[in-house]
């Protein structure tokens, strides 16, 4: 018959149509469909879900999952009593400038008073204009230097200097990097410890520092992606 | 029966099974060495193909379709070789019927004055291909219907692909540049290169000048010839369509010659978001390139990313682990399903059910892109895989759920629902099938001669699928059908779609008890590196069947190099757009719009 498919179209609509406002009943006397930790929890559900799907932004927010990346940030210990940040994790090696694709970092490497260069970048600048958050700093600084933040919400009305993020914009304690992705860091302290003690057993032996191997390590606990 | 008569028969039974791969370009270039003595093997260690000579092309050209079988014209690719003082041309020819790897026949031409004769009269796919390179290294294709810019804006200067052709922000010719480490001082390129000094002219041109007559220049689309058809009271316009225009999925521009409501004439026109990809290729170092194939197209990101790594990994000579391969093909499966939905909602959306559709395909997609962003860390921008495997494992878990009874039930449950309930709400709506059959219809030769890929060519009949064709990772091992139908209209490609999602999901149901039983192994081959260079230069082709066509990546290098020397992308949808003309001439204005919609084009693709 002919406008049979149009019908049969048109059932699917009406059950699309009407299963968001059964939902919204069935909601009703436990704190609403929307606004709602819970309902949000269930609606984002697959199998579970009923109706629409989508999400009030910026009343509600999904959950970022802990390998969301947008603009890195640098990372730096708790910072002392009164201060905003303290001694910065960067060594200044210079790998995130070189494997940055769109090549949006810019290092002055520290001096020490007598002229060598100091572990320590003077000034750090991420361009984030040119950023395309790719990852690729935060995957290959061997020293969990530089990391990919969950901030997201970056809008301003200067589109010339402010996006020209310092290294006083850029800082940000270890703390923080706990907070967003509690998982991730804690597997990357243990990373971390297995790593200096390696190298204390090494040491210990025969004088040969192997940083190599700490960093193999490390890498191996990455990507076996069970710890986090 | 005891065990063992048992296991023989089972042996005897494989062996019939087995498929006897000869190989059909060995075959052919025996023939073709012989036909023409001229014609010799790439003499440059490591790089594969067959030199022709420039005034021979055409003939071998026409020997190899008609007489070896090799009758898809896949890519044509320009180089400049300014060492040697040359430019090159590079085809890659297939056989739709044998299937198996590229006949690959290479043009060398002086750099000062380089002219190859065109193979647009005998393949039309040539067409864009020949008019790129003529843009962006200045080879002239001589008996070309119509050689001008593609890309690029006709008062251009220069082919800027060429070597020794600098953009204005140009700093040095390869990354790393010295100026960020150690000595890092911030600039925005915008300072060094404020507006008006950023772009060049042609010599003695004055852009203050410039004249500019509104009905002859951009109202030129307008001009209304009175030119009656006789007994007709209709007249000759000339449309622009774009390039601001919600029907063209992006910036593009179709200038129509329309007699009433029926098309006479349509020319794609394009560049619009161009933004010379390849020359960024060739100033990266290899592992940079990764981020940059996200944004060709850029619903189907990870597909581009295994093009790219397929192509590489053939230059570095790394053996992927079993597990990455596993995740490259899930990660791969799930993105073409992604990506069909979305193209079969937008082509809803061109036919006139404005948005409903669309919103119910994606739902489904944003659980998907949603995994990705949990797996990989972007829902689009994935940059997920890496030479020799993939960036991370699975997470663990995902919304709450383990992944893998997330991955059960998505793909056991949502996705085939999913796929089934749109089915029941499209397929046979009487709209859909008035606005689909018959409409921009292609036959199989004209689909094959034209050189598109994916679901274009197979909606029209030619069962090419380069996972079937030419298997790279485990597809050999894979049991899937591939989706064909017949009538090469607007409808068949919606049919074909619809049934690539259906195969998609048949795929992914095989992989995952694989996914399973390689839990925890490794996902990289070595330790991930960022400072990579090839072992031997020489030349690779790598190439996938992304959810819009073939996509295929040729890469050359020198030896220990960290960057490509040549990167050049064969993209589909840009190919696939040759033929938009011809599928739409007679039909209705209307029309238009869902042709282009059925293509399937995205336009970071099509520029690039
Ligand atoms: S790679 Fe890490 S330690 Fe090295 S310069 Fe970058 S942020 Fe600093
Ligand atoms: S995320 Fe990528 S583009 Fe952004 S600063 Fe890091 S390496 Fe550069």
């Known amino acids: 018959m002919y406008g049979l498919g149009i019908v049969k179209g048109m059932a699917v609509t009406l059950r699309h149509f009407t299963e968001t406002y059964l939902d919204d009943l069935r909601w009703a006397f436990r704190g609403g469909r929307y606004h709602n930790e819970e309902a949000l929890k269930v609606r984002q559900h697959l199998g579970k879900n009923r109706g629409a799907v989508t999400i009030n932004y910026p009343e509600e927010k999904l959950p970022m999952p802990e390998r969301f990346r947008f603009i890195p940030f640098l990372v730096t210990d708790d910072p002392p009593p009164g201060q905003n940040w303290g001694h910065d994790w960067c060594t200044s090696c210079g790998i995130c400038a070189k494997v940055c694709p769109p090549q949006c970092i ?15 970048p003077e000034e750090f600048y991420i361009d984030i204009d040119i950023c395309m958050n790719c990852g690729f700093c935060a995957e290959f600084c061997p020293f969990d230097a530089i990391k990919m933040d969950h901030d997201y919400e970056l809008a301003d009305y200067d589109r010339t200097y402010s996006h020209i993020h310092d290294k006083a914009r850029l800082s940000k304690p270890i703390s923080y990097w706990r907070e967003i992705v509690p998982a991730k860091a804690a597997a990357e302290e243990a990373a971390r410890e297995l790593a200096e003690q390696s190298k204390g057993k090494r040491r210990s032996k025969d004088d040969e520092p192997e940083p190599q191997l700490a960093d193999d390590v490390q890498r191996q606990l990455f990507y076996k992606g069970v710890l986090y | 029966m005891s065990d063992e008569a048992l296991s023989e028969e089972a042996m005897q039974n494989e062996v019939v099974e087995v498929r006897v791969h000869t190989d059909p370009v ?15 093997e790439d003499p440059r260690p490591d ?47 297939y056989s739709i019927d044998k299937g198996g790897s590229a006949l690959v026949l290479k043009v060398h031409v002086d750099r000062e004055e380089p002219t190859v004769p065109s193979l647009t009269p005998m393949w039309p796919g040539a067409d864009f291909q020949e008019r790129e390179i003529w843009d962006l290294y200045g080879i002239n294709f001589e008996g070309h219907p119509d050689q001008r810019r593609i890309l690029l804006w006709d008062g251009f200067e220069g082919h800027p692909m060429r070597k020794d052709w600098h953009e204005p ?18 600039f925005r390129a915008e300072e060094r290169n404020p507006y008006g000094k950023n772009v060049q002219y042609p010599a003695g041109w004055q852009p203050e000048s410039l004249e500019f007559n509104p009905d002859t220049e951009v109202y030129a689309g307008m001009t209304v010839t009175r030119e009656a058809t006789p007994g007709l009271k209709t007249e000759k316009v000339t449309v622009n369509m774009g390039p601001q225009h919600p029907s063209t999925h992006g910036v593009f521009r179709m200038v129509v010659t329309l007699d009433g409501e029926t098309v006479l004439k349509l020319e794609p026109v394009m560049g ?22 996200d944004r060709l197209d850029y619903l189907s990101s990870m597909g581009n990313n295994h093009g790219y790594v397929l192509a590489v990994e053939q230059l570095l000579g790394s053996k992927v682990p079993e597990r990455a391969e596993w995740i490259r093909i899930l990660m791969v499966e799930l993105n073409r399903i992604s990506n069909h939905a979305w193209a079969l909602g937008f082509l809803l959306n061109d036919m006139g059910a404005f948005q409903t559709p669309a ?23 994935c940059n997920y895989m890496r030479f020799g495997g993939v960036a991370y494992d699975l997470p663990t878990e995902f919304r709450g759920q383990p992944t893998m009874e997330f991955l059960d039930e998505l793909i056991y449950e949502q996705i085939p629902r999913f796929i089934e309930e749109m089915d029941v709400y499209l397929t046979n709506n009487e709209i859909v099938r008035a606005r689909g059959i018959g409409v921009g219809t292609l036959s199989a030769e004209e689909a094959i001669a034209y050189s598109t890929a994916g679901p274009v060519l197979r909606a029209s009949g030619v069962p090419y699928d380069v996972r079937r064709a030419e298997p790279y990772s485990y597809y050999d091992e894979l049991d899937f059908d591939i989706a064909v139908f017949y009538n090469g209209d607007v409808y068949d490609r919606y049919l074909v779609r619809i049934e690539e999602m259906r195969q998609s999901v048949r795929i992914l149901k095989q992989i995952l008890p694989h996914l399973r039983s390689t839990m925890g192994a490794p996902i990289v081959e070595g330790k991930p590196q960022y400072a990579i260079r090839v072992p031997r230069g020489g030349d690779a082709y790598g190439r996938v069947e992304n959810p819009k066509g073939e996509l295929g990546f040729y890469i050359t290098a020198k030896t220990r190099s960290s960057n490509p ?7 589909p949808s840009f190919i696939n757009l040759t033929a938009l003309g011809k599928m739409c001439r007679g039909h209705k204005v209307a029309d238009i719009v869902t042709i282009l919609g059925s293509i399937d084009i995205v336009l970071g693709e099509v520029d690039r």
């Open chain 2, 565 to 571: 020397e040549r990167y050049h992308v064969r993209a």
């Open chain 2, 26 to 40: 060995e075959e052919a270039v025996e023939r073709l060495t012989e036909r023409f003595p001229e014609v010799v």
């Open chain 2, 359 to 381: 919103l119910y395909m994606i739902t489904e997609r944003e659980l998907i892109v949603d995994f990705f962003e949990a797996t990989a860390g972007s829902r689009m921008m």
């Open chain 2, 47 to 93: 790089f594969g193909g067959y030199m022709v000579p420039a005034n021979q092309i055409r003939d071998v050209a026409a020997y190899v379709r008609d007489e070896l079988g090799f009758d898809y014209l896949s890519s044509v690719t320009g180089l400049d070789l300014i060492d040697e003082g040359k430019m090159e041309v590079v085809y890659h020819t």
């Open chain 1, 106 to 120: 810019w290092i002055k490497r520290g001096t020490k008073p007598n002229g060598r260069p100091k572990p320590e």
């Open chain 2, 169 to 186: 922000f140009y700093e040095e010719e390869h990354k790393p540049f010295g100026s960020r480490w150690p000595g890092g001082e911030v």
């Open chain 2, 272 to 293: 619009y978001l161009h933004r010379n990809h390849e020359q960024i290729g060739e100033r990266n170092t290899f592992i940079q390139n990764i981020p940059f194939t």
